[in-house]
């Protein structure tokens, strides 16, 4: 298999994971729109494109899926997966598959407040969300929501504008000058979760769940974990998974507040955490392989070793840039 990673990033890990022998992967390109991102430099091959807001960047994607002979596409980034969704068919139509959720779950779990509102009608448990100052000041009168808050933008991510609030002044002026539409949301006070799905492309059943307890988060990635296992939660995040028309590499927040468990978010893509799972053997690019070669993955739910930490630590690279 010949796989295109798009806007690669810093994802250096992930792109040696595709390389290792044995996972299934000839050949990895990759592309991004800047110079300056690493990991476009451990690829077997890689192409500076234009920005995915480019009128032409879809037609010079396929051109080069159509130069490296290339059989998957691999979006990575937030606002890509919607654009390869939508436009699945021109790849389908080169017989090339994109690795992605259909369009309709992407923008539910996009649209934070969707995102509630889905779980929420399917009584599965979240934490109870706002998606107006109007419905918050209902809620507020009513006794169902109280200070502190936690606000963040309904279509963020990486954990950017996001705020504890613990005064009704402060939510206002929030509301004033943001930029965005905001999510009013119950302020979690307990345990953090990760937890890495993959459901099969072709059976369409989530095969792979790692789970990871968050010790420390930084720029809205994990920085330190602990690999955990609770059946309960084996089968909460099941049955979450179920309710959306998901596909690939899932990634997935649960808080655990006075023993339950709440979903926070979930993002239908590799996430930024993935490397704890992989080093416990939880090998979704094998995975992958199998799907695009036209084979199902077995259940492997809950197969890793619990109590394995993982500890993120910086490193660089140095060259010369032509």
């Known amino acids: 298999m010949n796989l295109l990673i798009l806007s690669c990033g810093t994802r250096n890990k992930l792109v040696r994971y595709f390389k290792e022998k044995g996972n299934g992967v000839k050949k990895v390109v990759g592309t991004d729109c800047s110079a300056y991102a690493p990991a476009l430099y451990e690829t077997d091959k890689y192409y500076l494109v234009p920005p995915m807001t480019s009128p032409d960047y879809l037609d010079v994607i396929l051109d080069i899926c159509r130069k490296e002979r290339i059989h998957a596409v691999l979006p990575l980034q937030e606002d890509e997966l919607y654009l390869i969704a939508s436009q699945q068919k021109l790849f389908t139509d080169a017989g090339i598959i994109p690795i992605i959720s259909k369009t309709d779950t992407i923008e539910t779990c996009r ?40 606000v963040k933008p309904i279509r963020g991510c990486g954990s950017v504008d996001i705020h504890k609030v613990e005064n009704m002044e402060l939510l206002t002026a929030l509301y004033k000058y943001s930029e965005s ?15 890495d799905i993959y459901v099969d492309m072709l059976s369409h059943e989530p095969v792979s769940i790692f789970v990871k307890k968050k010790l420390r988060m930084r720029a809205g990635e994990t920085e330190k974990s602990i690999s955990f296992k609770d059946d309960a939660l084996f089968a909460l995040i099941r049955q979450v998974v179920t309710s959306f028309d998901l596909s690939g590499p899932v990634d997935m927040d649960i808080f655990r507040i006075d023993g339950r468990y709440y979903i926070s978010e979930i993002n ?6 993935y490397p704890h799972a992989y080093s416990c053997g939880v090998n979704f690019p094998k995975m992958i392989a199998n799907n695009i070669s036209g084979k199902e993955n077995a259940d492997t739910i809950g197969q890793y070793e619990e109590g394995i930490c993982m500890l993120k630590y910086t490193d660089l690279m140095t060259m010369k840039l032509e």
């Open 181 to 195: 539409d905001l999510l009013i949301q119950d302020y979690a006070e307990g345990e953090e979760f990760g937890a």
């Open 268 to 273: 239908p893509r590799f996430g930024g955490g």
């Open 111 to 150: 649209n934070k407040y969707s995102f509630y509102r889905h779980l929420k009608n399917r009584n599965l448990p979240i934490l109870t969300s706002c998606g107006s100052l109007a419905e918050f000041h209902m809620r507020y009168k009513r006794k169902e929501m109280d200070f502190p808050v936690f």
